[in-house]
């Protein structure tokens, strides 16, 4: 795929649709610029951020039991009906 761009007066680009859908951005997204073996490459900020925290998660699920989709949701339905104890203690 290759596709043009003008530089206006003030830097600015704007990037192409396809580019645009590809990196599944719309508007109000940021985007980074990095540098890569000379290169310099244009990244969805948000889908960067999530991919760093899935690197840094690696392997804590199952550091912590979570085996299955299905241990995942008896986790998080564990934790919601604490917190509906809580909650109701502190109405009480």
């Known amino acids: 795929m290759l596709d043009v761009a003008r530089i206006s007066v ?5 990037i192409p649709i396809e580019i645009r859908k590809k990196l599944g951005l719309k508007e109000g997204d940021k985007v980074i610029f990095i540098e890569k073996s000379g290169d310099i490459v244009l990244m969805n900020s948000n889908r960067l951020a999530f ?14 039991g979570l085996n ?3 241990d995942v949701a008896d986790l998080v ?3 919601r009906e604490k917190m509906w104890e809580a909650q109701r203690a502190g109405n009480d």
Do not use: C, N, P, Y
């Open 51 to 64: 991919e760093e925290f899935q690197r840094d998660m690696a392997g804590e699920a199952l550091r912590a």
């Open 77 to 79: 339905k564990q934790i």
């Open 68 to 70: 299955s989709e299905d």
């Open 10 to 14: 003030k830097g600015q680009v704007t």
